[in-house]
């Protein structure tokens, strides 16, 4: 599951604050201003069940987000949970894929090592049999122009 | 009965199109069935095939997959062992661009048909801020004439399959050069069959799988470009084409 971050995973000077994740539980958040640029020419992937759980991750996921595969299958998906980010931003996501649309928007993720990345993610549910089993994220490479909008955006937002 | 009909992509490489008629002659000797090789020389033809139930066998770019699978009832069969469909942003050695981040609006690009390549490509102009309604598209026949209209200055940049783009001569390739490559693995052709052949897609599935495995049969492969055919099975194809709806928007 979702435990604390530890100083000894964090690189540089971080600030600290805690974070009401999965409707009840809390984590204690260390992060820093290091950004990771997103990786050219790639897409990051991920798969959740129903509950948000991740089931599925591909390499330029566990390499962006720095923890090992073991570590995110299992894990909710808030793991990745910046503070910067607006609650709203993730209630509209869910509200939208549960209405069985296409979401898409720009978010901005943590790092194991309190770091951050910026991707554009679209989100989408995996539909067998006519049935929902699963939601899966591909995330590529963003518009600088449109992350320089979130970032004076999402404050707002709280 | 009425032959079974089989088509390839039209993206195919010229030099594999008498490979895909030594496979169609395999494949009927080791099926004892009447199959014809049909190809379209364009997405457009080929697709109105599909609409009118003319095609039962296809090996087909991924981006039709949704279509043929979701509303056709395609089911998949095999894919090339070791190729995924990746694409390639170039531009020529003597432009003053060195990142795909530099490139303005305005500009002009090379593009093939190849509907798959030409997504995965706009991707990668995405972070330039740069789609569909401020850059002037220009369709090439083939990916040589993309790389012949940098050359020439015709066009500023060129989106290229990844396979092709090695394929062009070394001294085209030595005047060009690529700001960005993707490396997403998970896009490629499958080869693919429709109801009519739905009831034989075991016995069709182990015969390709094992292909390579017969003399005959690994040189017909070798005429492909690839060494092996790998099973797709049925949540594989389903997770590209989810995939592949997430990048057409
Ligand atoms: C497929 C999928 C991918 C998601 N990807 C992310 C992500 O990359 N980063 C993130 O903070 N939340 C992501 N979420 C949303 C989280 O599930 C969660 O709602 C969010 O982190 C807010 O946390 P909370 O719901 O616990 O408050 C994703 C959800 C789904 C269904």
Redesign the pocket.
């Known amino acids: 599951m979702i435990r604390d971050m530890k100083p000894e995973d964090i690189v540089g000077d971080y600030k600290e604050t805690i974070?009401?994740?999965?409707?009840s539980i809390t984590r204690v958040i260390l992060y820093t201003d290091i950004e990771t640029p997103f990786p050219e020419g790639r897409l990051i992937v991920?798969?959740?069940d129903k509950d948000?759980i991740i089931t599925h991750v591909n390499k330029a996921f566990v390499e962006m987000s720095g923890y090992a595969e073991d570590e995110l299958l299992g894990s909710?998906?808030?793991i990745?949970?910046?503070p910067d980010?607006p609650?709203v931003a993730?209630k509209d996501?869910?509200d939208t894929?549960n209405s069985g649309k296409h979401w898409q928007g720009y978010?901005k993720?943590?790092r194991k090592d309190g770091g951050y990345y910026w991707?554009k993610?679209t989100?989408i549910s995996n539909i067998r049999q006519g049935k929902v089993v699963s939601?899966?994220?591909v995330?590529r490479k963003p518009s600088r122009t449109k992350v320089e909008e979130c970032i004076k955006l999402y404050p707002t937002l709280f | 009965m009425m032959p079974y009909q089989f088509t390839v992509s039209p993206d195919f490489s010229p030099d594999h199109l008498s490979g895909w008629f030594f496979f169609n002659t395999w494949l009927q000797r080791q099926t004892g069935e009447a199959i014809h090789l049909e190809m379209y020389n364009s997405f457009q033809s080929q697709r109105e095939a599909i609409q009118r139930n003319e095609v039962d066998l296809i090996y087909a770019n991924p981006f039709d997959a949704a279509m043929l699978v979701r509303e056709k009832g395609f089911l998949p069969l095999v894919k090339a062992n070791d190729v995924s469909d990746e694409a390639i942003i170039a531009v020529s050695l003597d432009s003053a661009v060195d990142k795909v981040t530099r490139l303005m609006p305005g500009i002009t690009v090379a593009v093939t048909e190849d509907p798959d390549v030409r997504m995965m490509g706009m991707i990668m102009l995405e972070p330039a801020d740069l789609n569909a309604d401020n850059i002037k598209i220009t369709v090439c026949g083939s990916y040589v004439l993309v790389a012949k209209h940098l050359l020439q200055g015709n066009a500023d940049v060129g989106i290229f399959l990844a396979e092709a783009y090695d394929d062009l001569s070394n001294i085209t390739k030595s005047k060009l050069k690529i700001l960005v490559q993707s490396q997403i693995s998970v896009i490629h052709h499958s080869l693919m069959m429709g109801s009519r052949l739905a009831d034989k897609r075991d016995d069709i599935q182990n015969l390709l799988v094992t292909m390579n495995q017969d003399e005959k049969g690994g040189k017909v492969l070798k005429s492909l470009g690839f060494d092996a055919w790998i099973k797709v099975e049925d949540e594989e194809m389903e997770f590209m084409i989810d995939l592949m709806d997430t990048l057409a928007i």
Do not use: E, I, K, Q
């Not at chain 1, 974070?19 to 409707?23: N, T």
């Open positions: 974070l009401g994740l999965y409707g991920s798969t959740t948000g909710p998906h808030s990745l949970r910046h980010m609650s993730f996501l869910w894929v978010v993720n943590l991707v993610a989100v939601y899966t994220s995330r």
